[in-house]
């Protein structure tokens, strides 16, 4: 398995694998995908088998603005590559491949990405019953938060270095 930055050229790929990962209500579409991958594909983080043959990825813009907001998710424009925050719009693994560590690989990834580029930390906002999977991974529930994305109620969790 190997870990890349992603290209415009898998979008076909990004977009098949996150409408099989999320309801439609949550799942990004296909244009939203497309520009995200315009503007912060340097943010995407795919990983692939060794045929290129793509098994999960993990994607968000960097801000300055401290919290998750649902209108990131579509407004690509949003993006400051000089943010203090690694955002987290979504992690995604084939359903084949869970539960072999893969998630958590690239949950890894995206953190030394951000300390690399010297942002103060990664936000993300998920369900109740995934807080203390990201809490393994040193992310901090901060409780419901203002985003109702698909019709839910989310918890937000932070990063800070
Ligand atoms: C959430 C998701 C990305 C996790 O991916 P994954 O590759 O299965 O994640 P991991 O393998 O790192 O961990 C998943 C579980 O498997 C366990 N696990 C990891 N490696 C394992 C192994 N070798 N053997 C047994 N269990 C293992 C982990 O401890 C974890 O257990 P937990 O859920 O009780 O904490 C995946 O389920 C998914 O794509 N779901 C649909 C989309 C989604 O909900 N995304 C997250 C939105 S917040």
């Not at 244009?31 to 315009?38: F, G, S, V």
């Not at 060794?50 to 990825?57: H, I, N, R, S």
């Not at 990131?72 to 987290?88: P, T, V």
């Not at 938060?145 to 698909?150: A, E, F, K, T």
Request: negative net charge; glycine residues 12%.
């Amino acid at each position: 398995m190997m870990i890349r930055t992603a290209q415009a050229g898998d979008l076909d790929a990004v977009a098949a694998l996150e409408a099989a990962c999320f309801p439609p209500a949550e799942a990004a579409g296909r244009d939203a995908l497309q520009q995200r991958l315009a503007v912060f594909g340097q943010h995407f983080l795919l990983l692939t088998e060794e045929d290129g043959t793509l098994v999960g990825f993990i994607n968000g813009m960097v801000t300055d603005l401290p919290d998750l907001e649902d209108r990131m998710y579509d407004q690509a424009g949003l993006h400051n590559e000089k943010g203090a925050w690694q955002m987290i719009f979504g992690l995604d693994v084939r359903e084949q491949d869970r539960c072999r560590g893969y998630g958590g690989q690239l949950i890894k990834a995206m953190t030394e990405h951000a300390q690399r580029q010297g942002r103060k930390g990664l936000v993300l906002t998920c369900k109740d019953y995934r807080i203390p999977y990201y809490a393994k991974f040193g992310f901090a529930d901060e409780g419901f938060c203002g985003s109702v994305h698909g019709g839910v109620r989310w918890h937000q969790m932070r990063l800070t270095f």
